[in-house]
Structures are given as C-alpha cells and as structure tokens.
C-alpha cells in the first residue's frame, strides 16, 4: 500500500464499535467518553479509522468528534454478539472492523495489519493477539459474510445472543492471528488504574508532543499531516536565529501556508527554516563587519587625534599598540614618552 492509498481503496471496510457496557469496575460511569490525553476513548478509536466508509457505535448515543450511525443492542445491555449483531445490520461493506470503545493506543498501522491479513485466502478474518497470547476479538477485522454466517449459527444454537460471551462466535470462524504492532495496540482501560496508566503514557517524552498535535487538530477540525521533526528544527532555527517568540509565530505561519495552498509542510518549514538561517548570518556577518570596522576605525581615529594634539586620545591609541604613530603625528610630551625616549633639549 502506497503513502497515498488508503486502507479503503485497498480493503472496503466498515467499522462496528460496541459501546454500550455497564463499565461496573469504573462504578458505572460512560466509559466511551472518558477522556485520556484530551479526547474521549471513543473518538481516539474512532480516528484509528478514518477511512471505514460506515462507522456504526452500538449504544447509548454520544457526540463523536466524526459521524456516525448509531445502533441499539437487543436487549440493551445485552453484550457484544448482541451488539455485534446490531452493528452488522447498519453495514454494507465486505469486511468488518470490530473495535471496542476503549482502546487508547490503536493506530492506523494495527487496523491496516488486520484488515490485510484478514484479505488473505481461506482466511474468514483476523483478529490482534497481545504479548500474553491473548486473542482479542474485538479488535479485529472480519469478512461480513461468514460473520453474519456464524452469528445466524450461533443464534440457532442458543435461541437468542445476548449474554453469550464472544468465543462461541470467534471458533466458528477461521481466524488469522495478528501480533500487535506494539504492546500498546491492544491495551483496553477496565479500571481507574488502567484510565491513569493511559494518561501517564500518552505525557512520556517519546509520546507527547505526537498526542498533542493529534488532539490539537480534532480539536480544530483540521486535516494536516505534520512532520514533527521538521516543525521542531524550524522552531529552534527561528528561536535562535531571530528572537524566542518568533519559534511559535513561524509554525503557526508555516502551518497557516499549507492549510491555504494546499501544500506540504515538511516543505514550507523548510523553506521558512532556510529564511531563519540566512536572517541568522546575515546577523554573524554583520557583527564580524562591525568588530573589523571598529578595530580600524580606532586606529584611524588614534592617529587624528594625535594630529590634533589630544593627549587622551593618543593615550588610547598607544594602548592598541599605534604610540609610535601618535608620536610621530605630534602627540604631547607625556603621552608619547609612554613609547619613546623623553626628546633631549636643544642646544
């Protein structure tokens, strides 16, 4: 899959997220929208998807940050086949993404992983494992058909789904296991301790400043892939060969440029990056000037004052080295004694 082609083109896809559990190790509180590094769970599954040509929340419904269908579970409440089983009958796509509500740590990266290998032959879909060994079938991707398929068997089988746990479905199918692309894929917040275990990670020096932009630009609603390396190398350029507060001006500028032109902003902080260098030497050289100008310039100003006769002058001009000069251009007694013999009188 190139840069430019999406998991879409590649692999049609439609995203169900079951989010309408009673979170009772959370004391009952909206789990879904419990906000970590700024945004709710929901919304930071959501944006690990941003292609899914439907994405159907089955649940109570919440603002989300891009639209959404939104689907009730028979009964409500009644667990994730039951929801699952919603979500499908809102999707049109041949492939199924299946995501819980409360991963914070899922890329894009992890969601092309599994819809790839869930487009392999002889393969009803695939689903993460984590670094226990753990299947994870909701996060997962699975080809509609045989999933539609086995939920029909799995309600023939048991009269209805609800309350029936996920693995009755999961071993109808033939799954591939997918590894996650980092531990964190697959890391899901049950509990407070999970809640601040997540907003403490997303804060380590490795992490932040990429949370920070991600949230930033949900918040503004704004489409723009930034190079965080090259804004960074454009702010110290601008820091220090400008002035401090132009570092936070230049990236705003340089962020402005491409939102207008439609323009790649690793290029745009370049070229502002280049202007902050050549500002900067312009500064070097114009002080190397200054420094060469003025060791002349006090040179030429010792040797006329010492044809006007100024002892002080010519005391400031031996201390550079030009006494000789200044006493041969007249300078008083005193100060050309300091660098020759007293004159004998004449006879």
Not at 204 to 225: F, N
Not at 261 to 289: F, I, M, P, Y
Request: aromatic share 2%.
């Amino acid at each position: 899959m190139t840069d430019h082609q999406t998991a879409h083109e590649q692999y049609p896809y439609d995203v169900v997220v079951p989010a309408g559990g009673a979170a009772r190790r959370l004391g009952g509180v909206d789990k879904p929208a419990v906000s970590v590094g700024g945004r709710p769970l929901l919304d930071r599954v959501l944006d690990a998807c941003p292609d899914a040509a439907t994405a159907v929340v089955v649940g109570p419904e919440r603002p989300t940050v891009r639209p959404v269908v939104h689907a009730r579970e028979e009964p409500p409440g009644g667990g994730p086949l039951a929801a699952l089983d919603a979500g499908l009958r809102h999707s049109t796509a041949p492939v199924v993404l299946v995501l819980s509500a409360d991963l914070p740590f899922l890329t894009g990266g992890t969601v092309r992983t599994l819809l790839a290998a869930a487009a392999e032959d002889g393969a009803d879909g695939a689903l993460l494992r984590d670094a226990e060994g753990r299947d994870q079938p909701l996060v997962a991707a699975y080809r509609a058909e045989p999933l539609r398929r086995a939920l029909d068997g799995v309600r023939a089988e048991h009269g209805a789904l609800a309350g029936l746990p996920l693995r009755v479905l999961s071993g109808r199918l033939a799954l591939r296991r997918v590894t996650g692309p980092t531990a964190a894929a697959s890391f899901d917040c049950d509990t407070w301790e999970d809640i601040e275990a997540a907003r403490a990670r997303i804060r380590e020096h490795g992490t932040v400043l990429d949370e920070w932009i991600t949230a930033a630009k949900a918040e503004l609603g704004i489409e723009l892939d930034v190079d965080t390396a090259a804004l960074l190398d454009l702010a110290r350029d601008a820091a220090h060969g400008v002035a401090r507060p132009a570092a936070p001006l230049t990236t705003f500028l340089v962020g402005y440029a491409a939102a207008q032109q439609g323009r790649d902003v690793t290029d745009l902080a370049e070229k502002a990056a280049a202007l902050a260098n050549r500002w900067a030497a312009e500064a070097t050289e114009g002080a190397g000037t200054a420094e060469g100008a003025g060791t002349g310039e006090g040179a030429e100003t010792g040797e006329g004052t010492g044809k006007a006769g100024t002892a002080e002058g010519a005391g400031k001009t031996g201390s550079t080295g030009s006494t000789e000069a200044a006493g041969k251009a007249g300078a008083t007694t005193d100060a050309a004694s300091e660098g020759e013999p007293e004159a004998k009188p004449a006879e």
